[in-house]
């Protein structure tokens, strides 16, 4: 659910560090012939460690891939759940306080009123992190058309129907991934 990192501070400086290493070597080879063996320890360092943080980039960047397909695929199925079903709508969790075996607290937005407020969440089956966007029926005992809002609104786990990350709305925009999610999804089949 949480969007993976594609910049490593490793990678960087690991990268920094061979090309530095690198330099070292190619200035032991130009200046002194007897320098030679340094001038090679330090290009097969600067070859090991540009290795490594290559390494750490491809991983990165698979990572970022396969949450990036999830998150659209996410996203779908939450589109498809929001047509079938009757009254919904959207909220987002802006923030956990804490954690209960039956609940949590939670900082919530009703995206389509902007109207922030806390909330107690029954535990549901799925794992919810900030940013989370979830789609509930809500319950008309405490949501009223034109009435106040509750102090603290209850989220029944009954109320909850799915839920995407807020943080892959570009991606879901975006028709260069849609490919892509539907390739990875055949493979499944």
């Not at 759940?81 to 939670?106: R, Y």
């Not at 107690?120 to 949501?143: F, K, T």
């Not at 799915?162 to 999610?181: E, G, L, M, N, Q």
Request: aromatic fraction near 10%.
């Amino acid at each position: 659910m949480v969007k993976p990192q594609a910049s490593s501070g490793w990678a960087v400086t690991l990268a920094v560090i061979s090309c530095v290493c690198l330099t070292t070597a190619i200035r032991l080879f130009i200046a002194q012939t007897a320098a030679a063996v340094v001038g090679l320890a330090f290009a097969a360092a600067a070859v090991v460690l540009a290795g490594i943080a290559a390494t750490i980039w491809v991983v990165k960047v698979r990572r970022s891939r396969a949450w990036i397909t999830h998150a659209v695929q996410q996203w779908e199925h939450f589109s498809t759940v929001k047509s079938q079903l009757g009254v919904t709508t959207e909220i987002t969790i802006l923030d956990i306080h804490s954690l209960d075996p039956t609940g949590t607290w939670v900082t919530l937005r009703w995206d389509k009123f902007g109207y922030v407020q806390r909330a107690w969440m029954e535990a549901i089956p799925d794992e919810i992190w900030r940013g989370s966007v979830l789609l509930i029926s809500p319950d008309p005992n405490q949501i009223q058309v034109h009435g106040p809002w509750p102090e603290v609104y209850c989220l029944m786990a009954a109320d909850y129907h799915t839920y995407a990350s807020s943080a892959a709305i570009p991606f879901v925009t975006d028709p260069k991934y849609r490919p892509r999610v539907q390739v990875n999804s055949s493979k499944a089949r």
